[in-house]
Protein backbone atom coordinates (compact mmCIF):
# COMPACT_ATOMS: atom_id res chain seq x y z
CA UNK A 1 0.00 0.00 0.00
CA UNK A 2 0.83 3.40 -1.04
CA UNK A 3 0.18 6.21 1.16
CA UNK A 4 0.15 10.23 2.14
CA UNK A 5 -1.06 13.00 3.64
CA UNK A 6 -0.72 16.48 1.94
CA UNK A 7 -1.43 19.45 3.97
CA UNK A 8 -2.46 22.23 1.26
CA UNK A 9 -3.34 24.61 3.99
CA UNK A 10 -3.02 25.42 7.75
CA UNK A 11 -5.06 28.57 8.10
CA UNK A 12 -7.93 28.15 10.54
CA UNK A 13 -9.70 32.04 10.83
CA UNK A 14 -10.74 34.89 9.09
CA UNK A 15 -7.62 36.93 9.75
CA UNK A 16 -5.01 34.40 8.54
CA UNK A 17 -7.18 32.97 5.87
CA UNK A 18 -8.08 36.91 4.85
CA UNK A 19 -4.69 37.46 4.66
CA UNK A 20 -3.43 34.40 3.44
CA UNK A 21 -0.85 33.87 6.45
CA UNK A 22 -1.50 30.57 5.79
CA UNK A 23 -3.26 28.97 3.27
CA UNK A 24 -6.24 27.28 3.08
CA UNK A 25 -6.75 24.84 0.17
CA UNK A 26 -7.76 21.58 2.51
CA UNK A 27 -6.31 18.56 2.98
CA UNK A 28 -5.09 15.38 0.57
CA UNK A 29 -5.57 11.95 1.66
CA UNK A 30 -4.18 9.45 -0.92
CA UNK A 31 -4.54 5.47 -0.24
CA UNK A 32 -3.20 3.52 -3.26
CA UNK A 33 -5.32 4.83 -6.08
CA UNK A 34 -7.50 6.68 -3.80
CA UNK A 35 -7.98 10.26 -3.78
CA UNK A 36 -9.75 12.05 -0.87
CA UNK A 37 -9.75 15.77 -0.95
CA UNK A 38 -11.01 17.39 2.94
CA UNK A 39 -12.20 21.06 2.92
CA UNK A 40 -11.28 22.64 0.03
CA UNK A 41 -11.38 26.11 0.99
CA UNK A 42 -9.75 29.56 -0.92
CA UNK A 43 -7.25 29.03 -2.97
CA UNK A 44 -7.67 25.04 -3.15
CA UNK A 45 -7.26 24.84 -6.60
CA UNK A 46 -3.58 26.55 -6.42
CA UNK A 47 -2.15 25.01 -3.50
CA UNK A 48 -2.93 21.57 -5.37
CA UNK A 49 -0.81 22.91 -8.59
CA UNK A 50 2.06 24.26 -5.92
CA UNK A 51 2.21 20.91 -4.14
CA UNK A 52 1.66 18.97 -7.79
CA UNK A 53 -1.43 17.66 -6.75
CA UNK A 54 -3.72 16.44 -9.49
CA UNK A 55 -7.25 17.27 -8.89
CA UNK A 56 -8.55 15.37 -11.73
CA UNK A 57 -7.25 11.90 -9.70
CA UNK A 58 -10.04 12.97 -6.88
CA UNK A 59 -12.18 9.82 -6.08
CA UNK A 60 -13.85 12.24 -3.39
CA UNK A 61 -14.40 15.50 -2.18
CA UNK A 62 -15.10 16.07 1.82
CA UNK A 63 -16.95 19.17 3.04
CA UNK A 64 -17.50 19.12 6.84
CA UNK A 65 -19.33 22.38 6.58
CA UNK A 66 -20.51 25.58 5.34
CA UNK A 67 -17.67 28.22 6.52
CA UNK A 68 -15.97 29.70 3.77
CA UNK A 69 -12.65 28.48 4.83
CA UNK A 70 -14.14 24.68 4.67
CA UNK A 71 -15.74 25.10 1.62
CA UNK A 72 -14.92 28.12 -0.51
CA UNK A 73 -13.63 25.90 -3.64
CA UNK A 74 -15.10 23.05 -3.53
CA UNK A 75 -17.21 23.83 -6.65
CA UNK A 76 -13.92 25.09 -8.34
CA UNK A 77 -12.10 21.22 -7.20
CA UNK A 78 -15.21 19.45 -8.84
CA UNK A 79 -14.70 21.77 -11.99
CA UNK A 80 -11.67 20.79 -12.19
CA UNK A 81 -12.15 17.07 -11.37
CA UNK A 82 -14.47 16.23 -14.03
CA UNK A 83 -13.91 19.00 -16.64
CA UNK A 84 -16.98 20.88 -15.63
CA UNK A 85 -19.13 17.34 -16.17
CA UNK A 86 -17.87 16.65 -19.12
CA UNK A 87 -16.14 13.64 -17.30
CA UNK A 88 -18.76 12.75 -14.76
CA UNK A 89 -16.38 11.12 -12.14
CA UNK A 90 -16.02 10.72 -8.25
CA UNK A 91 -18.11 11.29 -4.85
CA UNK A 92 -19.30 14.40 -3.10
CA UNK A 93 -19.67 14.30 0.59
CA UNK A 94 -21.04 17.22 2.45
CA UNK A 95 -23.41 18.20 5.17
CA UNK A 96 -26.70 19.19 5.24
CA UNK A 97 -25.57 22.90 5.49
CA UNK A 98 -23.50 22.42 2.58
CA UNK A 99 -25.67 20.59 0.26
CA UNK A 100 -28.97 21.63 1.22
CA UNK A 101 -28.87 25.16 3.25
CA UNK A 102 -29.96 25.95 6.69
CA UNK A 103 -31.92 29.07 7.54
CA UNK A 104 -31.04 31.72 5.83
CA UNK A 105 -27.58 29.74 4.64
CA UNK A 106 -28.02 28.98 0.66
CA UNK A 107 -26.48 25.50 -0.35
CA UNK A 108 -22.61 26.51 -1.26
CA UNK A 109 -23.04 23.65 -4.18
CA UNK A 110 -24.85 24.38 -6.63
CA UNK A 111 -26.84 22.07 -8.23
CA UNK A 112 -24.59 22.00 -11.30
CA UNK A 113 -21.62 20.79 -9.72
CA UNK A 114 -23.74 18.65 -7.99
CA UNK A 115 -24.93 16.76 -11.64
CA UNK A 116 -21.27 16.79 -12.13
CA UNK A 117 -20.00 14.38 -9.89
CA UNK A 118 -20.95 10.07 -10.56
CA UNK A 119 -22.83 10.60 -6.95
CA UNK A 120 -23.43 13.23 -4.11
CA UNK A 121 -24.41 12.35 -0.34
CA UNK A 122 -25.78 14.72 2.30
CA UNK A 123 -25.06 13.15 5.40
CA UNK A 124 -25.49 13.62 9.32
CA UNK A 125 -23.31 12.75 12.12
CA UNK A 126 -23.05 9.03 12.85
CA UNK A 127 -23.06 7.64 9.47
CA UNK A 128 -20.82 5.34 7.79
CA UNK A 129 -20.08 4.59 3.87
CA UNK A 130 -17.69 2.57 1.92
CA UNK A 131 -15.32 4.29 -1.05
CA UNK A 132 -13.36 1.56 -2.58
CA UNK A 133 -11.35 -0.38 0.25
CA UNK A 134 -12.07 2.76 2.55
CA UNK A 135 -14.74 2.74 5.39
CA UNK A 136 -15.58 6.58 5.88
CA UNK A 137 -17.35 7.42 8.97
CA UNK A 138 -18.82 11.06 9.83
CA UNK A 139 -17.92 12.02 13.68
CA UNK A 140 -19.77 13.97 15.82
CA UNK A 141 -18.51 17.72 16.28
CA UNK A 142 -20.12 20.89 18.41
CA UNK A 143 -19.71 24.11 16.19
CA UNK A 144 -21.75 27.22 14.94
CA UNK A 145 -22.81 25.11 11.70
CA UNK A 146 -24.85 22.96 13.90
CA UNK A 147 -24.23 19.89 11.18
CA UNK A 148 -20.67 19.93 10.84
CA UNK A 149 -19.24 17.16 10.56
CA UNK A 150 -15.84 14.94 11.51
CA UNK A 151 -14.64 11.92 9.47
CA UNK A 152 -12.75 9.23 10.27
CA UNK A 153 -11.51 7.13 7.38
CA UNK A 154 -10.83 3.09 7.96
CA UNK A 155 -8.09 1.60 5.81
CA UNK A 156 -6.52 -1.82 5.47
CA UNK A 157 -3.37 -0.47 7.45
CA UNK A 158 -4.35 2.72 9.49
CA UNK A 159 -7.61 5.01 11.03
CA UNK A 160 -7.16 8.40 10.38
CA UNK A 161 -9.99 10.78 12.26
CA UNK A 162 -10.19 14.71 11.54
CA UNK A 163 -11.93 16.69 14.41
CA UNK A 164 -12.95 19.66 11.57
CA UNK A 165 -13.94 22.55 13.46
CA UNK A 166 -15.93 22.11 17.12
CA UNK A 167 -14.89 22.74 20.83
CA UNK A 168 -14.42 20.18 23.38
CA UNK A 169 -16.62 17.43 24.44
CA UNK A 170 -16.29 14.12 26.37
CA UNK A 171 -18.25 12.61 23.08
CA UNK A 172 -15.21 13.41 20.89
CA UNK A 173 -13.45 11.06 23.20
CA UNK A 174 -15.54 7.80 21.60
CA UNK A 175 -15.84 9.76 17.99
CA UNK A 176 -12.06 9.29 17.48
CA UNK A 177 -11.22 6.38 19.73
CA UNK A 178 -8.50 3.79 17.98
CA UNK A 179 -7.37 6.27 15.42
CA UNK A 180 -3.84 5.67 14.73
CA UNK A 181 -3.44 9.16 13.27
CA UNK A 182 -5.86 12.08 14.53
CA UNK A 183 -6.01 15.78 12.57
CA UNK A 184 -7.16 18.56 14.91
CA UNK A 185 -7.97 21.93 14.00
CA UNK A 186 -6.72 23.95 16.91
CA UNK A 187 -7.39 27.44 16.01
CA UNK A 188 -6.27 29.08 19.70
CA UNK A 189 -2.96 28.91 21.96
CA UNK A 190 -3.89 27.65 25.71
CA UNK A 191 -6.22 30.22 27.56
CA UNK A 192 -7.95 31.35 24.86
CA UNK A 193 -11.43 29.79 24.80
CA UNK A 194 -13.90 30.57 21.19
CA UNK A 195 -17.21 28.79 21.27
CA UNK A 196 -17.10 26.45 19.15
CA UNK A 197 -13.25 25.94 18.62
CA UNK A 198 -10.49 23.74 19.93
CA UNK A 199 -7.76 25.47 21.78
CA UNK A 200 -4.54 23.57 22.75
CA UNK A 201 -5.47 22.71 26.59
CA UNK A 202 -8.86 20.87 24.75
CA UNK A 203 -6.27 19.52 22.26
CA UNK A 204 -4.47 17.67 25.11
CA UNK A 205 -7.72 16.43 26.77
CA UNK A 206 -8.42 14.39 23.68
CA UNK A 207 -5.49 13.49 22.55
CA UNK A 208 -4.62 11.95 26.32
CA UNK A 209 -8.16 9.64 26.29
CA UNK A 210 -7.64 8.35 22.83
CA UNK A 211 -3.84 7.97 22.60
CA UNK A 212 -2.98 7.99 18.83
CA UNK A 213 0.33 7.15 17.34
CA UNK A 214 0.65 11.01 16.13
CA UNK A 215 -1.37 14.04 16.55
CA UNK A 216 -1.42 16.69 14.07
CA UNK A 217 -2.70 20.38 15.20
CA UNK A 218 -3.73 21.96 12.27
CA UNK A 219 -6.39 25.17 10.98
CA UNK A 220 -4.31 28.15 13.33
CA UNK A 221 -6.00 31.56 13.80
CA UNK A 222 -4.00 34.73 14.30
CA UNK A 223 -3.51 34.30 18.27
CA UNK A 224 -1.84 30.86 17.49
CA UNK A 225 0.39 32.25 14.99
CA UNK A 226 1.31 34.83 17.45
CA UNK A 227 2.34 32.24 19.95
CA UNK A 228 3.92 29.76 17.31
CA UNK A 229 1.89 26.34 16.69
CA UNK A 230 5.22 24.58 17.13
CA UNK A 231 5.81 25.85 20.89
CA UNK A 232 2.28 24.58 21.14
CA UNK A 233 2.62 21.44 19.50
CA UNK A 234 5.48 20.92 21.67
CA UNK A 235 3.74 21.48 25.09
CA UNK A 236 0.77 18.64 23.92
CA UNK A 237 3.95 15.89 23.31
CA UNK A 238 4.64 16.83 26.89
CA UNK A 239 1.41 16.90 28.84
CA UNK A 240 0.44 13.58 26.87
CA UNK A 241 3.68 11.47 25.66
CA UNK A 242 1.91 11.58 22.27
CA UNK A 243 4.13 12.58 19.16
CA UNK A 244 2.37 15.73 18.15
CA UNK A 245 3.52 17.56 15.53
CA UNK A 246 2.19 21.55 14.12
CA UNK A 247 0.95 21.09 10.25
CA UNK A 248 2.45 23.88 8.17
CA UNK A 249 1.15 24.69 4.37
CA UNK A 250 2.64 21.91 2.28
CA UNK A 251 3.42 19.49 4.99
CA UNK A 252 3.32 15.59 3.72
CA UNK A 253 3.01 12.76 5.94
CA UNK A 254 3.40 8.93 5.46
CA UNK A 255 0.50 7.27 7.59
CA UNK A 256 1.63 3.99 7.17
CA UNK A 257 4.79 4.53 9.48
CA UNK A 258 2.01 5.38 12.29
CA UNK A 259 -0.31 2.04 11.34
CA UNK A 260 -0.87 -0.08 14.52
CA UNK A 261 1.02 -2.52 12.75
CA UNK A 262 4.04 -0.39 12.92
CA UNK A 263 3.61 2.00 15.97
CA UNK A 264 6.41 4.16 14.93
CA UNK A 265 7.21 6.83 17.19
CA UNK A 266 10.00 8.99 15.15
CA UNK A 267 9.68 11.74 13.12
CA UNK A 268 10.99 10.08 9.75
CA UNK A 269 7.34 9.87 8.53
CA UNK A 270 6.67 13.25 7.19
CA UNK A 271 8.63 15.91 5.60
Do not use: W
Amino acid sequence: MKARIVFLGTGGDSIVVGKQLRASGGIILQIDDTQFHIDPGPGALVRARQENINLRENTAVFVSHSHINHCNDANAVISAMTHSGMDKTGVLIGNKTVMEGEGEIKPYITDFYKKCVERYISLDQGTKIGINEIDVKTLYTRHSDINTLGFKFFTPEFILSYTSDTEYSTALIDAHKNSDIMILNVVNPSGIKQEGLLNTDDAIKLISKVKPSLAIINHFGIKMLSINPITEARKITRQTKVQTIAAKDGLEVNPLSYAAKSKQKTLMGYK
